[in-house]
């Protein structure tokens, strides 16, 4: 069995459909100074010959970005280490307890819940999620914490503007005339 990924996009997939339908097939602005076709992208890309545009699309053969994949990629790699071990243990373990439910995008929502659920009733935390008293969550090894000025008001500033010191005085430009 595959592990499960725990990592879910938060944007509703319909909303990433309507956002490239609304992009692929909205005709642009007119740019004169601009060589490529003028046109709706969706069009342009299936019928290029229509809008007097050239075909330069590469074919490239199914097995060889595989062939790329297993040459150049290196799959135990720390880069796809997204969830430390110890969590993605005890993220299976919760899983294997819920029964492995099949995830889809129907009852992804149910799984998250039931996931959350045997979380915060589990006793053996892994130390990255464990609450500690004083509400502050550690450093990781090898990182350091943010440089940080407060100042009289209980806020403070984290950032790197006038070498940390804040913004100072601000320009106010005005622009209803």
């Known amino acids: 069995m ?20 609304r992009v692929n097939n909205t005709a642009k602005w007119c740019d004169h100074n601009k060589v490529l076709p003028h046109g709706i992208p969706e069009l342009i890309y299936n019928s290029p010959e229509d809008f007097g545009a050239l075909d330069f699309k590469i074919g490239i053969e199914p097995g060889a970005m595989d062939h790329i994949r297993s040459a150049y990629i290196n799959p135990s790699h720390t880069v796809f ?41 589990s006793n053996d935390l892994p130390a990255e999620i464990t609450p500690t008293d004083d509400d502050e969550l550690p450093l990781l090894a090898n990182h350091e914490d943010l440089h940080f000025q407060e100042d009289d008001s209980g806020f403070y500033y984290m950032g790197g503007v006038r070498g940390g010191h804040g913004i100072g005085w601000v320009l106010h430009i005005d622009f209803y005339v």
Not at 4 to 21: E, M, Q
Not at 84 to 98: G, K, Q, V
Not at 107 to 114: E, F, K, P, Q
């Open 81 to 121: 280490d997204l969830v430390p071990p110890t969590l993605s243990d005890h993220l299976a373990s919760c899983y294997d307890h819920l029964g492995c439910p099949v995830i889809t995008r129907d009852s992804i929502w149910g799984v998250y819940l039931d996931m959350l659920n045997a979380i915060q009733l």
């Open 2 to 21: 595959d592990t499960p990924c725990y990592v879910s996009c938060t944007i509703p997939h319909y909303k990433l459909n309507a956002y490239k339908d």
